[in-house]
Structure formats: C-alpha cells, structure tokens
C-alpha cells in the first residue's frame, strides 16, 4: 500500500492489511516544561535513539540549569528537531527532560506497542520522507516542525502483530548485538595498545632529559583567518569540533559557502599544520591537516604551524596523555573547559634532535599503522554488522517480511550497546554557536 500520492520523495509501501493514518490522528504535540530542572537529562541520538545523557559519551555543552526543559514521560516520542532528517527520533523508556528545542509527542492512546514504535520512526523509509519536508539554508540547519511532522502516514498494524515484531527483532538482533559487542571490546584493547606506545615513548624522552621548549618557540599560531571581505560564494570544506575524533583526526568535512557560512568558520589551514581544540579540551580533538583543499576549520581551533620541528613528531605529542593533561590542567571551566591560545603556547614539550623526531614518527607511524589496519578491519565489520540490523529491521517492521508465523525460541537476550562515538548530532541546538 503507498503512503503518500503527492509526496515523490515518499517511496514507502507496505502490506495493505496495515491501515495508515496520518500523524495527527495518531500523536499529539506535548509542551510541558520543568519547574526546578530536577529532572533526568535525556539525550536524542540518530544511533541511540533517547538515553539518559549521563549514560553517554555525550561532548555537547550543557545548560546549568534545566528549568524550562521540555518534560518527556515514559512512551513520549521526542524529536531532535534540528536532525530529525538523519533519524534523530525516537520513542523514550525514560522520565526526564529535553532540550527546549526538540518536539515531543504523545500518542492518542494506546495504539503502539512503545518499541515497535521506536524501530518504526528510525526506519530509512521514514527518515528519508522526514528529510524531504525538511526545510534549511544546509543540511546543520534543516528543521522538521510538528505542523509538517503530523501531515506523515504512518502504518498501524494490529497490536498482536506489532507484539510479535517486537519478539522477533529481540531475537535475531540479539546474535548480531553479541557480535558487535566482541568486536567493539577487541577495538578498545587495540586503542588502549595504541596509546600506551605513544604515552610510553614520550616517557622516555621525558627519563632522558631531553631538553624542552614552549610552543611558542617551535610554532606558529592562527596565522592566517577569512575576512569579512571573502566572496560570499566562496565554497570550503568545514571542520569543527565534532569533526575531529580524539584516535580517528578528522572524520567528516561540510561543505559550504562563506555567505552562508557560521560567524566561527574563518582559521585558514594549511598541509602539515596541527589544529588543537581550544573549547572543550576534554574531547582531544587535534589532528595533522592532510590535505588543505579548500578547507577552513572553526575558531574553536589554534592551528600551529611547525617551525623547525617535524609535524608528525608534534601531532604524536600532542595526542599522548602526558600533553593532554597539561593541556586540560591549565583549562579553565568544569562544563564547558576553554584554554587560551596565549596560554596554550606557553606548554613545553620535549623537543629532541631532528633525527630523532624523524625517527620517532617513523616508528610510531609503523607500530600505530599496523594496529589501525586491525582496528579498520574491525570497523568494517561492526559497519557490515550494523547495515544487516538496519535491513532486518526496515523488512519486518515495515511489513516487506512477514513474520506472524516464525515461532521464536527461546534465546540469550544481548542489549543494543552501541555507544555515542559518532553521536555529533545529540543536543547540538544547545551548542550551535558555543565555539565562537
């Protein structure tokens, strides 16, 4: 059965037993807000669907205090507004508390069975239509508000049925979740390796008495910005914060134009330089630029350009924890920690021979090279692993799979243990403009 005749980019079928019913009939939106932000926290994540913040690796900044927050009951839908397109939606198993600007909604009584619910909205059919009535200048600022939220068909099989979907994905998504888990745990051991080489070899220099000097003396810093002068057409590759893994460096650019570009978007960067997050210094975003193309990084970062020292030496410097302490040591702030770029280049490290330094990136390139090739291997498995649950999830709650005459063993239950590693899109109203 088609969902929506006047909607192209609605490509959804399903079984013509399930009667469809557009989202107004079916939820109500709810705007109650919290009297003295007593309330858990909840965090809405495209991957994790709601979880209570405190039970994630969350980096967002957080407001001191969650009065006003919107109030968000067991069963209530709640929608990241700003990325309800990536799936962003979920239905919560929890009492809390959500950002003001998300949406939350409440079923017209009890039609859903609560976690057939949640697969159904976070199913790529589904975010695909809420992608299409989205509307932004770019994809960070796309919204979906309830007016046009309530105008989707969704489907509604019988609660029997719905029951037994829910048993079912129990079942074979536990094997798959057992999977991810082993290979998830074997990642963080490589990582772990990883570390202790970089962390072990700057001991060392450190036993050895090798001299040291301040950053301020081996490098540059910002030495180049976008004025407001810049064409307004001006087309970059972006990177902020949440573009920069503390293992992985940077893991996405956004492309955009300078016109319409956020007021942050202006560090000129150049292959060989080390950009170092000044904001939240806990998250240990610093990478090695690569390749500059075109590209332009937040304020948010000091990039330094070596001088007279070798940049794979630095970048390893700069991730090993003996670096990162001080970095954090002399940060100011308990939720939001800041360090000055002025202060920032006043940390000594140890600087040896250029030999040396050479060596050593030769060395830690080789022994973190091997290790990273296991851990990509691992990856892509888990990615593999992820796209097979995504499948078997959109076939049998969308209907594609009948699954009313499949008996269900009994089995070990394994619980979804994905983590926030790659969730940049929680609570990220809160933060949109916090890197200044």
Known sequence: MSTNLFNPSDKRNYP?????????????VIDERSEDGSEELLSVSHITGITPRSQKNVT????????????????DIAANTMWTWQGAIGVSGYAGVVSPAYNVYRQNGDIFNPRFLDMLLRERGLIDVYHSLSTGIRPSRLRLYPDVFLTIRFPVPAREEQDHIVQFLGWKLSKINKLISIHK??????????QAQINTLFFNLAQEGVAKKRLKSISQCNQATLDESTPSDYLFRYVDIGSVDAKRGITHYEEMVFGKAPSRARRIVHNGDLIISTVRTYLRAIAKIEEDDNVIVSTGFAVLTPKNVNSKYLEYCFKSDQFCDEVMRRSIGIAYPAINA??????????PDYAVQLEIGERLNAECGRINDSIDFK?????????????IVSNVVTGKIDVRDIKIPDYEYVADETDADSDEDADMEETDDQEE
């Open 16 to 28: 013509s037993r399930w009667p469809l019913y557009r989202g107004k009939q079916l939820f109500r």
């Open 60 to 75: 967002m900044f957080q407001a001191e205090s969650l009065v006003g927050y919107k109030l968000c009951r067991v069963g």
């Open 185 to 194: 745990r074997e990642i963080s051991l490589l990582e772990e390796m990883k």
């Open 379 to 391: 990856r892509n498995q888990i990615s593999e692993l992820l796209e097979l649950k995504s499948q």
């Open 342 to 351: 002025s202060v920032l280049m006043d940390i000594s490290i140890p600087v």
